[in-house]
């Protein structure tokens, strides 16, 4: 038997497209077509891809799916390079509309640090080293 290897974190969204926008700002180059679609993939360097499903298409193969209740089932993390780039990156996206969770701060294990939410409530951290080596 094979061993499964990790490849995948899937999200489940009510707008596709506004999520899509939200994750175009981080960098991910997803096509514009890509809006429509009711699945969307988007592969990282090393295979790891992050996928996109609208409500409809969970529940055409799910019928009883329902939105987590009580608390985030998962949240995704940006290295954003250095210090200063966490704070733009956060000001760019709380100035464009979306939530912040929690503003920037020096985190104690060494990092700079902020969340933010995507258009669907799921947190997304932000973060660098404090000190490059």
Same mark, same amino acid.
């Given at each position: 038997?094979?061993?499964?290897?990790?490849?995948?974190?899937? *999200? =489940?969204? +009510?707008?596709? /497209? =506004?999520? *899509?926008?939200?994750?175009?700002?981080?960098g991910?180059? %997803?096509?514009?077509?890509?809006?429509? /679609?009711? +699945?969307?993939?988007?592969?990282?360097?090393?295979?790891?891809?992050?996928?996109? #499903?609208?409500i409809?298409?969970?529940?055409?193969? /799910?019928?009883?799916?329902? &939105?987590?209740?009580?608390? +985030?089932r998962?949240? *995704?993390?940006?290295d954003?390079?250095?210090? &200063?780039d966490?704070? &733009?990156?956060?000001?760019?996206?709380?100035? =464009?509309?979306?939530?912040?969770?929690h503003?920037?701060?020096?985190?104690?294990?060494?990092?700079r640090? /902020?969340? %933010?939410?995507?258009? #669907?409530?799921?947190?997304?951290?932000?973060? =660098?080293?404090?000190?490059t080596?």
């Amino acid at each position: 038997m094979t061993n499964p290897s990790f490849s995948a974190i899937e *999200l =489940a969204v +009510h707008d596709l /497209a =506004a999520s *899509l926008a939200f994750y175009r700002r981080l960098g991910l180059d %997803i096509p514009a077509e890509s809006d429509e /679609a009711p +699945h969307v993939e988007f592969e990282f360097p090393g295979g790891i891809r992050l996928l996109w #499903d609208t409500i409809e298409t969970i529940r055409s193969f /799910a019928p009883d799916w329902s &939105k987590p209740e009580g608390g +985030h089932r998962v949240s *995704l993390g940006f290295d954003c390079g250095g210090p &200063k780039d966490v704070d &733009k990156v956060f000001d760019e996206l709380t100035d =464009a509309g979306y939530r912040g969770r929690h503003t920037p701060w020096d985190a104690p294990w060494g990092q700079r640090y /902020a969340t %933010i939410d995507d258009p #669907d409530g799921n947190p997304v951290d932000l973060f =660098a080293p404090l000190t490059t080596t």
